[in-house]
C-alpha cells in the first residue's frame, strides 16, 4: 500500500508557526495534483492547500495568506508552512496525492497540530 509519511506536527500557542513536510517518493509525484487536508475532532475532513503539477496554488479561504503549500519535486517533499495560527487550526493535517486533489488515493497516516491560547 502506497504510503506518504508527514512530520512536522505538535503544539504551538495562537499567532506562532509550525511547518509541516510531506514525503512523497512513494509517488511519481511529480505528475500528481498534491494536496494537504486537516479534520478537527467532530468535524469533517476539508481540504487546505493544493499544489497542482502545473505549478498553481489553491487554499482554503479561511488559510489564505496565513499558509503556504510548496512542493520539490526533485525531493519529493511536499511542504506546509502555517504562520499566525489560531485556535480554530487545531486539527489532525493529512498530506495526499493523486491525478485529481478531488479524490487523492494516496494518503498520510496524519500528524497533530495542536493551537492553544
Known amino acids: 500500500q502506497v504510503q506518504l509519511v508527514e512530520s512536522g506536527g505538535g503544539s504551538v500557542q495562537a499567532g506562532g508557526s509550525l511547518t509541516l513536510s510531506c514525503d512523497t517518493s512513494?509517488?511519481?509525484?511529480?505528475?500528481?495534483?498534491m494536496a494537504w487536508f486537516r479534520q478537527a475532532p467532530g468535524k469533517d475532513r476539508e481540504w487546505v492547500a493544493r499544489?497542482?503539477?502545473?505549478?498553481?496554488?489553491s487554499y482554503l479561504s479561511s488559510v489564505k495568506d496565513r499558509f503556504t503549500i510548496s512542493r520539490d519535486n526533485a525531493k519529493k517533499t511536499l511542504t506546509l508552512k502555517m504562520q499566525s495560527l489560531k485556535i480554530e487550526d487545531t486539527a489532525t493535517y493529512y498530506c495526499?496525492?493523486?491525478?485529481?486533489?478531488?479524490?487523492?488515493?494516496?494518503w498520510g497516516q496524519g500528524t497533530q497540530v495542536t493551537v492553544s491560547s
Open positions: 495526499a496525492a493523486d491525478y485529481s486533489c478531488d479524490a487523492p488515493r494516496y
Open positions: 512513494a509517488i511519481t509525484a511529480s505528475t500528481f495534483c
Open positions: 499544489a497542482y503539477s502545473g505549478g498553481s496554488r
